[in-house]
């Protein structure tokens, strides 16, 4: 279990873009993938994953072609770019330290620190 502090929310207009960051506290990275998940209206939903060790990257639906994951291993950091924002994207964003790519349907997060969560707004 690797605490985790993300950080870049904000209130941003439709078609803006926000680039959210993820530090491990305390500790390193060492799963095989860690990623951003958001919550809206009900549960979490997987957006998008990268591998720690590899260039491997995994998108959720709604995060294709518009936001983009990226890591710096010597800042045990992974950030998320997103682009061409819609006010559906409104959500607390939370990293995981450890994604669970392979266990179920859809990504889950395998780590219990998921962090406070970083809000993002969009609206005109």
């Known amino acids: 279990q690797v605490p985790v502090v993300e950080s870049g929310g904000g209130f941003v207009q439709p078609g803006g873009s926000l680039r959210l960051s993820c530090s491990a506290s305390g500790g390193a990275f060492s799963a095989y993938a860690v990623g951003w998940f958001r919550r809206r209206d009900r549960g979490r939903e997987f957006v998008a994953a990268m591998s720690w060790g590899g260039d491997a990257t995994y998108a959720g639906a709604s995060a294709r072609g518009r936001f983009f994951i990226s890591k710096d291993v010597a800042k045990n950091t992974v950030y998320l770019q997103m682009d061409g924002l819609i006010p559906e994207d409104t959500a607390v964003y939370y990293c995981?330290?450890?994604?669970?790519?392979?266990?179920?349907?859809?990504?889950?997060?395998?780590?219990?620190?998921w962090g406070q969560g970083t809000q993002v707004t969009v609206s005109s």
């Open positions: 995981c330290a450890d994604v669970d790519l392979v266990s179920g349907t859809y990504p889950t997060c395998a780590s219990k620190d």
